[in-house]
């Protein structure tokens, strides 16, 4: 949640308290297949994915140097605005080295 309001995403738009929650990142990641939501994960685990088109990494770099880490979404849902915020939130935190 803490990330969501950092990254200016008001909780009548995103709000992290409803919907799924996972404690199996390949369960997550199939609800983000599914256009359920958004994962964060490593490479290896979503390379598949996002070579078939079924996931998007919204934008071309890690987020954490060397360690291969991917924000991904549905394809349609990457440009939406929650999911664009949340994103450049975790890239600026992430080149702050945070």
Do not use: N
């Not at 598949?48 to 919204?58: C, F, M, N, Q, V």
């Not at 934008?59 to 991917?70: S, V």
């Not at 939406?80 to 600026?92: I, Q």
Request: contains cysteine; proline residues 4%.
């Amino acid at each position: 949640a803490r990330w969501l309001t950092a990254a200016g995403v008001p909780a009548s738009v995103l709000d992290p308290d409803q919907g799924q929650t996972f404690d199996l990142t390949t369960m997550a990641l199939d609800a983000a297949e599914a256009g359920m939501g958004i994962a964060i994960t490593r490479e290896a685990q979503v390379r598949d994915a996002l070579e078939s088109g079924r996931l998007a990494a919204p934008f071309q770099r890690d987020l954490l140097r060397g360690e291969g880490c991917y924000f991904v979404s549905r394809q349609m849902r990457r440009d939406e605005a929650p999911v664009k915020a949340f994103r450049d939130w975790l890239l600026s935190e992430a080149a702050a080295g945070r």
